[in-house]
Antibody, heavy 121, light 107 residues
């Protein structure tokens, strides 16, 4: 059974840092691109970042570029999101998601349960 | 960035009703359109991918159609477990943008 379990969320002051983790199981983690998506209170889903299967390539939303860094450890089947210079508007539930790619489709077929990040003084 | 616009933002319906949700892209995205369902406190679940392909394990009352810029999610007969928020997402280009969501509530 595919499972994605996020952790590392919590309360942090503006300007602070947090590192989120996403532990994967039930599939060959090193074969899949992975993404982070966040859901702010009362708002919709927002794509944050993605990483390719071997970790050599990443892309970020403009809202987090230069502040957030996505990485992975395929030996540990774990995905990371290092978040620096946090702002109040980064307050959200953060989800990791597995990407499934084919010639005609690209979609997120499994998601974690999310971890809450609250940025407040 | 490609903008995704869903309508309506919310709707009230009864069990057994046919429900349709529309999603419009700001430019052509071919069939790179996915639909997700999200319930409070839970991660999203993939319902439809590539505009019209039903994800394994998803009930057949869910269907998707469209291509280019206009897409539709249909629930043929609304069930109690379908009351949730639904999001479309384009996967044509990065950033992978989502619609603002459609909340389906009990009438």
């Amino acid at each position: 059974e595919v499972q994605l379990v996020e952790s590392g969320g919590g309360l942090v002051q503006p300007g602070g840092s947090l590192r989120l983790s996403c532990a994967a199981s039930g599939f060959t983690f090193s074969s899949y691109w992975m993404h982070w998506v966040r859901h702010a209170p009362g708002k919709g889903l927002v794509w944050i970042s993605r990483i390719n299967s071997d970790g050599s390539s990443t892309n970020y939303a403009d809202s987090v570029k230069g502040r957030f860094t996505m990485s992975r450890d395929n030996a540990k089947d774990t995905l990371y999101l290092q978040m620096n210079s946090l702002r109040a508007e980064d307050t959200a539930v953060y989800y990791c998601a597995r990407a499934e790619y084919s010639s005609s489709s690209r979609h997120f077929d499994y998601w974690g349960q999310g971890t809450l990040v609250t940025v407040s003084s | 960035d490609i903008q995704m616009t869903q309508s309506p933002s919310s709707l009230s319906a009864s069990v057994g009703d046919r429900v349709t949700i529309t999603c419009r892209a700001s430019q052509s995205i071919s069939s790179y359109l996915n639909w997700y369902q999200q319930k409070p406190g839970k991660g999203p679940i993939l319902l439809i991918y590539a505009a019209s392909s039903l994800q394994s394990g998803v009930p057949s009352r869910f269907s998707g159609s469209g291509s280019g810029t206009d897409f539709i999610l249909t629930i043929s007969s609304l069930q109690p477990e379908d009351f949730a928020t639904y999001y479309c997402q384009q996967s044509y280009s990065t950033p992978r943008t989502f619609g603002q969501g459609t909340k389906v509530e009990i009438k």
